[in-house]
């Protein structure tokens, strides 16, 4: 189990009560704020007449999606719903961090998944190149329903619930549970407090609010076990983690020109480094939460080379850059302060690309109260 985030995650700027309503009319332009009754309503009814139901997590999934994408699909299956879960990765491996979770019997492969499913619904990801090797059956469906809170969401769907003020898509989970109707229980529970400590840094984002703590309250009162849930997503890891840690931390690079002077650390993990200790892609995400902490640089970079040679970019911002847009010219995306993109040159070329990049990204004003420990 690795400590960590994943490449695109983000805090959001404000936490999410529950019940939510109201929309807007600039969806086009900018999703809305949060979705309204007829979007729930409409979601709901997808949900309870459907004879079949696929939820996916975006690829090399965190715990914010796969949380959100399990808890729905207990939640579903306690209603006697017939329910499937899965993401486009060959093969299926859950994540190391996130083995603990329950439900994962509910996981099938993608090659289990019909080609033209009735309802698929998809948790946390942003746009459909995020679901992989199901990206054509998601967009074959009869209907498909996004679920999510990135402001870079591209509104891939049939149907969405959309909300950029949520800490994590697993606040829009929770909602769409209560209103299915269905019991919050110990299990279901788990798995969205998942989502919420992974989206939030265990509530240190600045996303956090007062209704993102008595979320996780009433989360807590099931009785889970928040203190192992933390420990598995944050403070395990493999001894060989270590060592592909201490390699990335000697090959970082502070380059205190860029972004206006504000600074760019950068660093790089190879496959051969990972395979030499044995560690897989998913086991370094924390990688990033430690690079970051910097205090010369404003924007810190991590370039992952997987098992087939492309490079998987995980940045993150202290609060006076848009990362969103950075990365979204290298095809990725995400959130202003944490985003991610898959890039193919040598890293040298990649880096110094972003690195020019964020001249163009910098905020008018960087948030009043955001502090190193505040960005995503």
Known sequence: MTPGVAADRDSGPAAGAKPRTGGGSDAETRPPSAPGAADWDEAVRLLLTAEDITLLAHVSPDGDALGSALAVGLALRELGRNVRVSYGDDPLVVPSSLEFLPGQDLLVPHTEVPEKPELVAVFDAAGSARLGLLEGKAKAAGALLVVDHHASNTRFGTHHL???????????????????????????????????????????????????????????????????????????????????????????????????????????????????????????????????????????????????????????????????????????????????????????????????????????????????????
């Open 162 to 376: 959309i909300d950029i003020d949520a800490p994590a898509t697993a606040v829009l989970a929770d909602e769409l549970i209560t209103r299915l109707g269905a019991t919050l229980t110990a299990d279901i529970a788990t798995a969205l407090y998942t989502g919420l400590v992974t989206d939030t840094g265990s509530f240190k984002y600045v996303g956090t609010t007062p209704e993102t703590h008595t979320f996780a309250a009433r989360l807590m009162a099931t009785g889970i076990r928040h203190d192992l849930i933390q420990r598995a997503i944050w403070d395990t890891c493999r001894f060989g983690y270590l060592k592909v840690l201490a390699a990335a931390l000697a090959g970082a690079r502070l380059d205190t020109g860029a972004a206006g002077g504000l600074g760019l650390v950068s660093t790089v993990i190879t496959r051969a480094e990972r395979a030499a200790h044995g560690i897989r892609l998913d086991e370094i995400e924390g990688v990033i939460d430690v690079v970051r902490k910097s205090g010369e640089a404003e924007v810190a970079l991590v370039l992952k080379e997987d098992d087939d040679g492309a490079l998987r970019a995980s940045a993150r911002s202290k609060g006076a850059v848009d990362l969103g847009r950075v990365c979204g010219a290298f095809g990725g995306g995400g959130h202003a302060f944490a985003a991610g993109f898959t890039a193919y040159d040598p890293p040298a070329e990649v880096v110094a690309r972003f690195r020019d990049l964020l001249a163009d990204a910098l905020l008018p004003v960087a948030p009043a109260q955001a502090t190193p420990g505040d960005d995503a």
